[in-house]
């Protein structure tokens, strides 16, 4: 027997593992983490900061996520004091509970500064999900390094940078790739989703953080006035990630008339699954598209203070900023970032991929095959990791 297993089964002595994720995609990782590692340790208590998806796989949330899901460098400022309470509160509560682990899942600018404040303490740490280090603020190492013991990696590329800088990282692969079916049905996605019409159907993604949502909805809902003008039939539909992302978008869509879009609360990936092409945020809603295997158009907008100055201090480090560019080493998809994301670039990428029937199977077949690269028992791997590191078995 193991001792995290002979740990877990003693009723004095139960294994304990903090988890701290501050948005919903974290939350998602979290939640299926914690679902494999009870696998193994029935017994064990998942204490932290979680949503919904964490809190219904068992875990004990001190504080919900949507209290971390503030982006961009003068939107966490605004936040900053409250943040800065919420972690002092938290480092508090973790050290008093002396877990045998805290996993930071993502939200870097929040969990390094945690896990490097508890792993002062003598608790061990590990943070999943790398920061983008690779691509900007490569400088990140150095905080990285101190903070967490390990890195656990959602992408291949990943452990041979942190090798060069004398970080231990592991690749656990990405839950996502598991959950999502090689092939998605089209027609069974829009009839869960009641949508009638032949479309063809724009799946539009503004995001779900409220900041993106607010720059995002206004050229996306001007790019589907401009599509509904060049493809008679035409249809759209938007999943909202939240209400506050929904009423966001409702204003915006109350602006532009005789315009109709089929809002859905939630069920991304069936509304992505039911479209012939999407137009989303960049970030976990392009990498869905991806493994969805739908032609795509990624776009962003930043503040304008928050670009300005990432562009002023050379915080950019990579030629391409969606995911499936990253994993293909190669421009798959069209990326629209800042000015570029305007109603008419929208428009005009979603209509190729209408018109170049032959450029959509080459790209599916790409999606394909970074799809089954991707595919493993992703969420079992980050669960050894999480064993290993409890037992001092990683280096």
């Known amino acids: 027997m193991s001792n995290a297993e002979s740990s877990a089964s003693k009723p004095g002595n139960r294994l304990v593992i903090a988890l701290v994720a501050g948005e919903a995609s974290g939350d998602q990782l979290g939640g299926a983490l914690i679902e494999a590692l009870k696998q193994d340790h029935p017994h064990a208590r998942f204490v932290g900061v979680g949503g919904s998806r964490m809190a219904g796989a068992g875990m004990e949330c001190w504080w919900p996520a949507d209290e971390l899901a503030v982006m961009g460098l003068f939107e966490v400022l605004h936040h900053l ?24 899942i993502d939200a870097p600018d929040f969990n390094l500064g945690l896990e490097r404040r508890v792993r002062s303490a003598g608790i061990k740490t590990a943070h999943y999900v790398s920061p983008t280090v690779w691509a900007w603020r490569q400088g990140r190492v150095r905080t990285i390094k101190a903070s967490a013991e390990t890195v656990m990696c959602l992408f291949p590329f990943e452990p041979a940078f942190y090798a060069e800088h004398g970080v231990p990282a592991l690749y656990t692969g990405h839950p996502t790739a598991d959950e999502i079916p090689l092939e998605s049905d089209a027609a069974a996605a829009r009839s869960r989703l009641g949508l009638e019409g032949s479309g063809p159907w724009v799946a539009l993604l503004p995001g779900s953080r409220l900041g993106e949502v ?24 938007a999943p909202m990630a939240n209400g506050p992302a929904r009423e966001c978008f409702e204003q915006a869509l109350r602006e532009q008339e005789h315009l109709a879009i089929h809002l859905v609360d939630g069920q991304s990936r069936t509304a992505m699954a039911a479209a012939d092409v999407v137009a989303c945020a960049s970030g976990t809603a392009a990498l869905e598209a991806m493994l969805v295997n739908r032609p795509m158009v990624v776009t962003y907008k930043l503040s304008a203070l928050t670009y300005f100055t ?38 005009t990428e979603v209509s190729r991929w209408l018109t170049e029937p032959e450029q959509v199977k080459r790209l599916q077949t790409r999606f394909n095959e970074l799809h089954k690269a991707l595919k493993r028992d992703a969420a079992r791997s980050a669960a050894s990791c999480v064993t290993a590191l409890i037992e001092g078995r990683v280096e």
């Not at 996306?220 to 035409?234: H, M, T, V």
């Not at 080493?329 to 800042?338: D, I, K, R, Y």
């Open 81 to 104: 004091p409250r943040l800065l309470r919420l972690r002092k509160a938290l480092t508090r509560r973790i050290i008093e509970t002396r877990p045998d682990l805290l996993v930071g």
């Open 214 to 237: 607010s720059r995002l909805a206004t050229p996306l809902i001007e790019s589907a006035k401009l599509l509904s003008e060049r493809f008679p039939g035409i249809q759209f539909l």
């Open 310 to 347: 990432a562009r002023a201090l050379r915080l950019f480090r990579n030629r391409f900023f969606s995911l499936p560019n990253l994993l293909a080493g190669e421009a798959l998809v069209p990326e629209l970032l800042q000015k570029d994301a305007t109603p008419q670039g929208i428009a």
